[in-house]
């Protein structure tokens, strides 16, 4: 029996194995012939120049503070974070090790110190309350809905009482004509995952991680739909989430 026309196809899942323990991650545009291509595709299919500095003037990372990019990608967000504020201490976190080799061969040819980690979202490898900023753009719409919960929570317990997340991922189609291009994403990303997005459900889940203010603050039409900008903020005087285990 052949496949449905509108049936997305298989995710290629990748395992990374560590402490005898396998987790999926999904590479840059869903095959690892891609990667390569991943910096163009995004500059020339997102307003990617726009969004990001949209996102960094909303976050405003101050001097001193810790800044997090959460699937850090190529590292193109975290060096303009760097680049924006020099005295800001940046880590990036993916989970993909050939497209974080990327990153640091950008950072290198750049000049700037950015820490690069690899790790997953559900889980992150930094300790309680160690963050000033988490910043994340075109990353959570890969999650299904447990992971991006999961993920959540995981930014509430890193970030400082009273740091905030700020992200731009893809939002709700604010038209026909953008309900038409985002289908294109959501056929390749998978229907499950991209349904959060598509129905503005991340409000939501940010404060079912117990961050506050969860809002989305502006839209940008693209070539693949709706992408919008979002940012929640950890409470001041809050009781610190403790690791599992």
């Known amino acids: 029996m052949s496949a449905s026309p509108l049936t997305p196809p298989p995710t290629p899942i990748?395992?990374?194995?560590?402490?005898?323990?396998?987790?999926?991650?999904?590479?840059?545009?869903?095959?690892?012939?891609?990667?390569?291509?991943?910096?163009?595709?995004?500059?020339?299919?997102?307003?990617?120049?726009?969004?990001?500095?949209?996102?960094?003037?909303?976050?405003?990372?101050?001097?001193?503070?810790?800044?997090?990019?959460?699937?850090?990608?190529t590292g193109t967000l975290a060096l303009m974070v760097k680049?924006?504020?020099?005295?800001?201490?940046?880590?990036?976190?993916d989970a993909d090790p050939e497209i974080l080799g990327r990153a640091r061969a950008k950072a290198a040819a750049a000049g700037l110190e950015v820490q690069l980690d690899r790790g997953f979202s559900t889980e992150l490898p930094y300790e309680d309350e160690s963050f000033d900023l988490v910043l994340s753009s075109l990353f959570f719409h890969h999650l299904k809905r447990a992971e991006k919960e999961a993920s959540a929570r995981e930014i509430a317990r890193v970030l400082r009482p009273g740091g905030e997340l700020h992200m731009a991922d893809w939002g709700p189609p604010s038209d026909p004509l953008m309900w038409l291009a985002f289908g294109a994403v959501r056929l390749g990303d998978g229907l499950e995952p991209t349904r959060d997005n598509a129905v503005g459900a991340l409000p939501q889940i940010f404060e079912g991680a117990e961050l506050q203010g969860a809002l989305e603050t502006e839209r940008l039409r693209t070539l693949f739909g709706t992408l919008?900008?979002?940012?929640?903020?950890?409470?001041?005087?809050?009781?610190?989430?403790?690791?599992?285990?």
């Open 14 to 73: 990748t395992l990374i194995e560590e402490a005898g323990v396998a987790q999926r991650y999904i590479p840059a545009l869903r095959f690892h012939a891609l990667t390569r291509l991943y910096d163009p595709a995004i500059r020339l299919t997102t307003r990617e120049e726009t969004f990001k500095r949209r996102l960094l003037a909303q976050a405003d990372p101050g001097p001193g503070s810790r800044v997090l990019d959460l699937g850090c990608g």
């Open 83 to 93: 680049r924006r504020q020099p005295g800001a201490e940046v880590v990036g976190l």
């Open 228 to 245: 919008a900008l979002y940012r929640a903020r950890k409470p001041v005087a809050s009781t610190p989430t403790l690791r599992r285990g």
